[in-house]
């Protein structure tokens, strides 16, 4: 039976989940927890007077914030807890509104690695950002509109032989019926976030299921929710660093770099690829006179854990998996490791986790690949070669990985924040 403070982080977990439909929403709803913690906001447009105190900056569906204590100086260390905003889906494409035989449908595109059947038979909200005429920027989240429907299995005797969809003919969702002159589904989009349609001259919208997140299981261990990866990482994130602004420890630089883009490849401006947490790391050093000594010592002290969902074993295909290592929900955060460095961790890192979660009084489990299985990859090994900070890679055990509705153990969240808050505290 999961632990009461776990519940609780749980009950949050689903709340942040709920709020964050699309990489724009969650950026937006961490600045809303940061700004109840009292952390400033800045515009990366405007000139940084930086003192001690906590802070952050949103950059499109990115969002990073930071604790500087007062002893802080210009050969200060980063503790950097790195995550990713997005989640796999599908993005709404230019001249998005379609029909076929009478049906109303959305013109989508595939966006990352979704578990294509996953998405099937759910009731899909559209959510993400508006761009008006004059540079105006504004949330929309329809209600639930969309649904993908399969084709029932009296008119294919064989799906349960192998069900294979065509990314572009079988994954366009229905929101109506009738005369095409009366859809629009960027009206509806606008819409919901109260702007006039016509003044609307750039979207960017992704699909996101319906249904809330749910505790279920014996003794209401586990939890299922969409974006479990890896919002999971963020929301433990915002919530050890919310906890460790109110009495910051150490002299060096709690920050939780929150990235978009992760799962399509992370290259963009607001992701692990791109120039964003090096820019700000660069305008946080100007801020104490740093020099270029100054700033290589830092790095040098500098440490990244980055954050971001691994895998269960799974029962029914355990074969999948390394014999050896068998990461179970509950079971704690996973230390991710694999020999080519599509993780970033090496034995430094590995022994530091090690004692961070002894301090936080949290198990861990270690992961790596079955050889026979490609090995996926994250934000870790994108961060240690762009900045050469040490980096290690962790995260949530889920099963249904890429699934619309994704599962993990209750525990392993609250687990993952509060050895995240002894690393930003360490």
Same mark, same amino acid.
């Given at each position: 039976m999961a632990q009461a403070a776990a519940m609780a982080h749980i009950a949050d977990l689903a709340e942040y989940v709920a709020t964050s439909p699309s990489s724009f929403h969650a950026a937006a709803s961490a600045a809303k927890r940061l700004d109840a913690a009292g952390f400033t906001a800045l515009d990366e447009s405007a000139a940084w007077t930086l003192s001690a105190g906590s802070y952050y900056v949103v950059r499109d569906g990115a969002v990073i914030a930071w604790v500087q204590p007062e002893g802080a100086t210009a050969t200060s260390g980063f503790h950097i807890l790195g995550a990713h905003t997005d989640s796999p889906g599908f993005k709404l494409k230019p001249k998005p509104t379609t029909s076929s035989n009478g049906w109303w449908q959305a013109g989508v595109e595939v966006y990352g690695g979704p +578990?294509? *059947?996953?998405?099937?038979? =759910? !009731?899909?909200?559209?959510?993400?950002?508006?761009?008006?005429?004059? #540079?105006?920027?504004h949330l929309a989240q329809t209600e639930p509109l969309l649904r993908i429907p399969q084709l029932a299995i009296h008119l294919d005797r064989q799906v349960n032989e192998g069900l294979t969809l065509d990314k572009q003919t079988h994954t366009n969702p229905i929101f109506g019926a009738g005369d095409l002159a009366d859809a629009d589904i960027l009206g509806i989009l606008a819409a919901s976030a109260g702007v006039d349609p016509a003044?609307?001259? #750039?979207?960017?919208?992704?699909?996101?299921?319906? $249904?809330?997140?749910?505790?279920?299981?014996?003794?209401?261990?586990?939890?299922?929710?969409?974006? +479990?990866?890896?919002?999971?990482?963020?929301?433990a994130g915002l919530i050890a660093l919310t906890g460790h602004s109110r009495s910051p420890s150490g002299n060096h630089i709690a920050m939780l770099a929150a990235f978009d883009h992760e799962e399509i490849g992370s290259a963009s401006r607001s992701g692990a690829s791109g120039p964003f947490l090096e820019e700000l790391l660069g305008r946080i050093q100007a801020s104490f006179g740093a020099s270029t000594e100054d700033t290589a010592?830092?790095?040098?002290?500098?440490?990244?854990?980055?954050?971001?969902?691994?895998?269960?074993?799974?029962?029914?295909?355990?074969? =999948?998996?390394?014999?050896?290592?068998?990461? $179970? +929900? *509950?079971? #704690?955060?996973?230390l991710k490791i694999n020999a080519n460095q599509r993780y970033a961790t090496d034995?430094?890192?590995?022994?530091?986790?090690? *004692?961070?979660?002894?301090?936080?009084?949290?198990?861990? $489990? !270690?992961?790596?690949?079955? *050889?026979?299985?490609?090995?996926?990859?994250t934000i870790g090994p994108l961060t240690a070669t762009r900045l050469g900070i040490r980096t290690l890679d962790v995260g949530v055990a889920l099963l249904s990985m890429h699934s619309a509705r994704e599962m993990c153990g209750v525990d392993d969240p609250w687990y993952l924040s509060k050895v995240s808050r002894v690393f930003f505290g360490a």
């Open positions: +578990l294509l *059947n996953s998405w099937l038979d =759910r !009731e899909l909200v559209l959510a993400g950002r508006l761009v008006l005429r004059d #540079g105006s920027v003044l609307v001259a #750039g979207y960017d919208v992704l699909t996101a299921p319906a $249904q809330r997140g749910e505790v279920f299981g014996h003794g209401k261990d586990f939890f299922a929710s969409s974006r +479990l990866d890896n919002l999971t990482s963020v929301h010592r830092a790095m040098s002290a500098s440490i990244c854990l980055s954050a971001d969902a691994g895998h269960a074993v799974h029962p029914n295909y355990a074969e =999948r998996h390394d014999p050896a290592n068998r990461p $179970q +929900l *509950n079971g #704690g955060p996973l034995a430094v890192g590995a022994a530091a986790f090690a *004692n961070w979660c002894e301090s936080a009084g949290v198990p861990y $489990q !270690e992961f790596v690949s079955n *050889n026979r299985v490609p090995c996926g990859s």
